[in-house]
């Protein structure tokens, strides 16, 4: 008996149990995703604008990295083209006091030109073809022998490409000390006229000194390497991979150019990675800067906080739901009831306003529903009878018996002088246009076909009056396919023919097509008469009722009227003029496929 009673208790407040179950889990599904979402948008939003922070910090090493190649540059362009150099590193020894005058001459030079490399701890060495050496420095780094230097692996490589200022890496041992690690620069020096080596510049540089140019921007995690075209480390803040080769570490700096990307996730050295690069086309060097996904996100999503938020967030949600929704349904079910009793088509029995605040405002809403559906129903009919109204009166003066008659005397005539291949041509025009107008005024067709019957249209113009008004067609090709109603664009295309150039002897009609976001635009220009239109046609772009009246019967307000009727208030039909400039009217119609 008890069980009988509860099973009707539930039954009666179904509408509670349901919404509250629908409620429940909606909650709980919404908290979950958006925690999701917002935790991984969080991560996004926070490296890419971490990634966007440090590009611009690549930009900045750059162009240090660009002032230092410049002054190197402009230092091996400096030596390349002193004769003083040249005789000291290609000639044969001849007597001491010439070779000596020879080298105070050279080394006055060269410490001139290496005062302009004082900002950088770097010092020039350079190897003549004659087997002479000069460094720039007391105490050189690059303790090798002039014939030591002409064998060893850093200038072959660079008489690989003798026209190119080359960066590479060495590492020189230096007993039970740490090894020297140097960046040195080298350019072979050759005769422009013959390309024959006379010589080899070295610039060098130690690679904790090249460093300077990045270091103060990178941090645990937040790495940064130079490396060349041949993916080898020449100088990182990370030692242990100065030197190294990493042929992927270049693969994914090539992609990131070739495809423009700003940054990419990479798992590089074992470790997930955002990778950013930029390329240095003048020393031909990649900057790659990689942030440790992990320690860059940090502690930036405390899932145990996030975890007791959303129970908390949960339960607090449940209960005002449950107080809500039970307070609700009394009152709701027995607006349902009212409104239940309402005729299908009883618009005028309005529902009984009471209960709670809540139903009380949907009882508001639903009677100012029944009113406004009333109005619209009264609107409904009477935009029905004007769009009836409105096609008829199309259908009605489709054919202007004036224009056939014209049409058909001008084919006798033509018949009568023999000119029967041209009176045939105007013949099959004529019925193209017949049959295009035959049918439903509202049907559509392609824009192709429109096409095909405008030309008819000006063929018959031109054998009735001659060619003094060309039409020119420009048509964007994707709007081939398009459909527009029929008697929409003719008709402008005969007003300015008839109307357009009552004053100038001869003129041009210009008819456009194009797409313009979700709309196809078609215009129908021409450059002649135009006429005066006072603020109000201006301001709405469209001619009153009477003034240049179109052959067809249908003027522009109907065109207009026919089309917002049609397709709503986006659409529709505007018209600019100017006496003496000609005029333009634009057709706006959606984009109909079939």
Not at 147 to 157: G, I, Y
Not at 169 to 176: C, P, Q, R
Not at 514 to 521: F, I, M, Q, R, T
Not at 568 to 576: A, M, P, R
């Amino acid at each position: 008996m008890r069980m009988n009673k509860h099973i009707e208790k539930l039954k009666h407040n179904g509408l509670f149990v349901k919404m509250f179950l629908i409620m429940v889990i909606s909650i709980v599904a919404v908290s979950i995703t958006t925690t999701w979402t917002t935790i991984r948008v969080s991560e996004r939003v926070f490296m890419e604008t971490f990634s966007i922070t440090n590009t611009k910090i690549i930009n900045q090493i750059d162009h240090s990295m660009n002032s230092f190649n410049y002054s190197v540059v402009q230092a091996a362009n400096m030596i390349s083209q002193s004769g003083v150099i040249r005789g000291y590193l290609s000639e044969s020894d001849q007597d001491s006091l010439h070779n000596l005058r020879s080298y105070y001459r050279m080394d006055d030079i060269m410490h001139r030109i290496a005062s302009g490399l004082d900002t950088y701890d770097m010092e020039i060495k350079v190897v003549g073809a004659n087997g002479r050496l000069y460094t720039t420095s007391d105490n050189s780094r690059l303790k090798l022998s002039a014939e030591e230097l002409t064998k060893d692996p850093l200038t072959l490589r660079a008489l690989e490409e003798p026209r190119k200022l080359l960066y590479q890496y060495v590492e020189l041992g230096n007993g039970d000390q740490s090894p020297q690690r140097l960046l040195i620069a080298t350019k072979p020096l050759l005769v422009h006229a013959t390309g024959d080596v006379y010589g080899m510049i070295y610039f060098i540089m130690p690679e904790n000194e090249f460093a300077r140019f990045y270091e103060a921007y990178t941090s645990e995690g937040n790495d940064v390497i130079v490396m060349n075209t041949e993916g080898t480390i020449l100088s990182s803040n990370r030692k242990d991979w100065t030197g190294q080769a990493d042929g992927e570490l270049m693969q994914f700096a090539k992609e990131m150019e070739e495809r423009e990307i700003p940054y990419q996730n990479r798992d590089v050295i074992g470790r997930e990675q955002i990778v950013l690069s930029q390329y240095l086309p003048l020393p031909n060097l990649y900057i790659v800067n990689l942030i440790d996904t992990e320690q860059a996100i940090g502690e930036l999503t405390n899932m145990k906080a996030i975890l007791i938020s959303i129970v908390i967030i949960v339960g607090i949600s449940l209960v005002i739901v449950f107080t809500v929704s039970r307070r609700l349904t009394k009152s709701l079910t027995r607006l349902v009831k009212q409104i239940s009793t309402i005729s299908k088509y009883d618009f005028d029995h309005k529902a009984t306003i009471g209960g709670s605040y809540e139903t009380r405002q949907l009882g508001l809403a639903f009677n100012s529903m029944l009113d406004e559906l009333q109005e619209y129903v009264k609107k409904l009919v009477q935009t029905e009878k004007e769009k009836r109204n409105a096609e008829l009166e199309a259908l009605q003066g489709q054919i202007n018996p004036h224009f056939l008659y014209n049409t058909l005397a001008s084919v006798k005539f033509m018949v009568q002088q023999g000119n029967r291949d041209k009176a045939a041509d105007t013949i099959n025009a004529l019925i193209s246009l017949l049959q295009n107008v035959v049918g439903n005024v509202s049907e559509t067709i392609p824009l192709s076909q429109e096409l095909v019957n405008m030309r008819h249209y000006v063929l018959i113009n031109h054998v009735r009056y001659g060619e003094r008004i060309k039409v020119h067609y420009f048509i964007s090709p994707d709007c081939m396919g398009y459909h527009v109603p029929k008697l929409i664009i003719q008709p402008f295309i005969e007003n300015a023919f008839f109307h357009g150039f009552n004053r100038k002897a001869e003129g041009n009609v210009y008819f456009m097509a194009s797409k313009e976001s979700d709309a196809l635009v078609c215009e129908v220009v021409d450059d002649g008469d135009g006429f005066a239109m006072d603020k109000e046609e201006a301001k709405l772009g469209l001619v009153p009722r009477g003034k240049r009246q179109l052959f067809t019967g249908i003027g522009v307000h109907n065109v207009h009227d026919r089309l917002k009727l049609l397709y709503g208030d986006d659409y529709g039909v505007t018209i600019s003029s100017e006496p003496g400039e000609g005029t333009r009217v634009k057709i706006r119609i959606p984009l109909l496929e079939t």
